[in-house]
């Protein structure tokens, strides 16, 4: 990411219904379209028995606009139908960046 702090993260913690009922696709194509969105900076995700996936935002309002977004709205009612047993979401303030890499 480039943005300079500070800006916002937004994470998404959740654990899993078993079945897939097409949630790979779904996720897939809401990071795409998130990723078109004004404001959006970065994304990052991990998965075991609990996943965790952060997004990263220049705005609250590029957050809200993502938030509201049509097919966006969509997937959220189907997570909480069909995919997720429990979720969480967290808006935060980031406000120093430390990076580390040996390559």
Not at 58 to 82: F, P, T
Not at 91 to 102: L, P
Request: aromatic content about 14%; glycine content about 6%; charged content about 30%.
């Amino acid at each position: 990411m480039s943005k300079q702090a500070p800006y916002y993260a937004v994470i998404f913690t959740t654990l899993r219904t078993k079945e897939d009922h097409g949630y790979e696709e779904m996720a897939a194509r809401m990071e795409m379209l998130a990723a078109r969105q004004p404001g959006f900076l970065g994304f990052e995700t991990a998965r075991s028995e609990i996943g965790i996936s952060v997004s990263y935002w220049d705005s609250l309002e590029a957050i809200r606009q993502w938030k509201d977004q049509g097919e966006h709205l969509l997937a959220q009612k189907k997570g909480k139908e069909v995919w997720y047993q429990w979720y969480k979401l967290r808006i935060c303030v980031v406000e120093r960046e430390y990076e580390f890499s040996q390559s």
